[in-house]
């Protein structure tokens, strides 16, 4: 199962994908790999969870184990649904003396279908607190969305979490100065869409010189009109905001704090923006997704 979100947001509040959906084969099979040995070599009989982080590098990708829990978590009921198979059942047979083999565990399930948890946080009842993610669990629950795909899937969930996703309309874009080229073509993918973006002075210069047409709104010390009174009256849509600073009291926290205020939907990763502009993409090409049951994806 794969993060949406980097290594340092904490695994309760990030969404997540089954199968993983970017990680190269020879990857998985290295984690497959260091899963078997832990297992056998911590003696687990029954549920153990294993959080992995990736890095990209020059020769490939290096995978490093962040920490090992012989125990149950709490993704155990969204794996459970989206393969079909009740590992908390299993793992209690296994624990008093049942086989896998006996209870016809003998393989990996990989859907030939993509499942996302998205998580629910309850910022809607915390005025004014800085809503972006980092290492403590600020989650209150979770949902689930399914397709084919990612991209599908990761929409379904958005709007599963009541963060309904724009068809159109001005998106505002904040981007860390570590991450603006990274950001370059996911706005011209969303200007490609019919969707218009409006920047702070720093990230509005990276795109222009990059030849996107986007609009300049004041930073909230230069004046205003700024972006606080553009959500006021109902101009943004959606906000893309990777920080450079937190806290309530900083620009970026009063931004972040107002569009809960505002309804404005609001993502504070990069990795997470672009899986954003992958589901809207989607939704443009299929904006009436059909429904089936879980039960009809599970037996496919």
Known sequence: MEHIEEAGVHSGDSACALPPHSLPGNVLDEIRTATHALARELRVCGLMNIQFAVKAEDDGHAVYILEVNPRASRTSPFVSKATG????????????GVSLKEQGVTSEIVPKYTSVKESVFPFNRFFGVDIVLGPEMRSTGEVMGIDNDFPMAFARAQTAAGANLPSTGNVFISIASTYKQKMIE??????????SIVCTSGTARVF????????????????????????????????????????ARTDEGRIRAASVVHGVPCVTTLPGCLAVVDALEALAAQPEPSVKTLQDWAVE
């Not at 198979?85 to 008093?96: D, E, F, Q």
């Not at 996911?186 to 969707?195: C, H, S």
């Open 85 to 96: 198979r009740s590992l908390a059942k299993i793992a209690a047979k296994a624990m008093t």
């Open 208 to 247: 222009k010189d990059a030849g996107l047409d986007v609009n300049t709104v004041k930073k909230l010390q230069e004046g205003r009109p700024n972006l606080l009174d553009l959500m006021a009256n109902q101009e943004i849509h959606f906000i893309f905001n990777t920080p450079s600073g937190k806290g």
């Open 186 to 195: 996911p706005a011209r993918r969303l200007l490609a869409l019919g969707f």
